[in-house]
């Protein structure tokens, strides 16, 4: 029985585990990325930054329930980190596995990705927030 607030997704073994190896990068080659990104996800500093890291993928690999927030979270984190050599590590993550993993990654943007949990992400990052169009 899922908690009151917090949302099952099903994800395939293959989906979960490009989430944790995305979200592991973390504390690899897309560490140094944790200044930009953990006050977009509402992080105040480096230890809390960590927490939160390692409470999304400990979740995720336990396929435990997530707030929306979170799950937001956990999208963006893996979309930067599959996606950017700037700020994540695409360069480094499963080499030679892109067009696997785009198909993975995509799915998962079906499964999870929507508008309110966009505007989730929006309402508690600690930049001051866009104003709406």
């Known amino acids: 029985m899922t908690q009151p607030g917090l949302v099952a997704i099903e994800l395939t073994d293959e989906e979960r585990e490009l989430m944790v190896l995305s979200l592991n990068e973390y504390y690899g080659p897309a560490g140094h990325a944790y200044e930009l990104l953990r006050p ?21 690999e336990n396929n435990e329930p997530l707030s929306d927030l979170d799950w937001a979270r956990a999208l963006f984190l893996t979309e930067i980190s599959f996606g950017s050599a700037l700020v994540g590590a695409a360069l480094d993550l499963v080499r030679g596995a892109d067009e696997y993993r785009i198909k993975v990654l995509r799915s998962l943007q079906y499964k999870v990705s929507s508008h309110a949990r966009f505007l989730l992400l929006l309402q508690n990052a600690g930049y001051p927030a866009a104003e709406p169009d």
């Open 40 to 60: 977009l996800l509402g992080q105040s500093n480096k230890d809390e930054w960590v927490r939160l890291v390692n409470r999304l993928m400990e979740a995720i």
